[in-house]
């Protein structure tokens, strides 16, 4: 597959995560049950959501240490496991994977070729953005992730 590779230049956006180191394997696990949690504890933090669901990589070894959430429209207090925080602003490659999302490594790798062509130093804490909902979509191939990778 070919990947479209843009730069763009990100605002810094608020969110709530949860933070934990999880197998690769594990990741989807993580997910339907971290995402979901977040979510509930929007409304109760009183924060607005603002966009769809994503996942941050902060460190990827054995386990992945990764951060899973939501937007939201402005910082607010978080609560037990609930963290708040914000994805980074700046410069930033970007690509839409379209597919499963454990499949998702390939459009990565490719933003990595792409960086490496330009002479691009290696920057870390890339994220996932779930653009489209996994339980309105029939169709695997149909499931929209925009990736964003740190160029600063």
């Given at each position: 597959?070919?990947?479209?590779?843009?730069?763009?230049?990100?605002?810094?956006?608020?969110?709530?995560?949860?933070?934990?180191?999880?197998?690769?394997?594990?990741?989807?696990?993580?997910?339907?049950?971290?995402?979901?949690?977040?979510?509930?504890?929007?409304?109760?933090?009183?924060?607005?959501?603002?966009?769809?669901?994503f996942m941050r990589y902060?460190?990827?070894?054995?386990?992945?240490?990764?951060?899973?959430?939501?937007?939201?429209?402005?910082?607010?207090?978080?609560?037990?496991?609930?963290?708040?925080?914000?994805?980074?602003?700046?410069?930033a490659a970007t690509t839409?994977?379209?597919?499963?999302?454990?499949?998702?490594?390939?459009?990565?790798?490719?933003?990595?070729?792409?960086?490496?062509?330009?002479?691009?130093?290696?920057?870390?804490?890339?994220?996932?953005?779930?653009?489209?909902?996994?339980?309105?979509?029939?169709?695997?191939?149909e499931l929209r992730t925009?990736?964003?990778?740190?160029?600063?």
């Open positions: 597959m070919t990947y479209q590779i843009e730069v763009v230049t990100l605002k810094p956006q608020p969110v709530l995560v949860i933070e934990e180191a999880v197998a690769p394997d594990a990741i989807a696990e993580a997910l339907a049950r971290i995402l979901p949690t977040v979510h509930g504890a929007a409304s109760q933090l009183g924060a607005e959501i603002t966009g769809m669901p902060l460190e990827m070894g054995e386990k992945f240490r990764i951060q899973a959430g939501v937007p939201v429209a402005e910082r607010v207090q978080g609560a037990d496991e609930i963290t708040a925080t914000e994805l980074p602003g700046g410069k839409v994977f379209h597919g499963p999302y454990h499949e998702v490594g390939a459009a990565w790798d490719a933003i990595d070729a792409w960086r490496k062509e330009r002479g691009i130093a290696p920057a870390f804490g890339g994220w996932d953005i779930y653009e489209n909902d996994p339980t309105e979509v029939s169709d695997p191939g925009r990736l964003y990778q740190p160029l600063d």
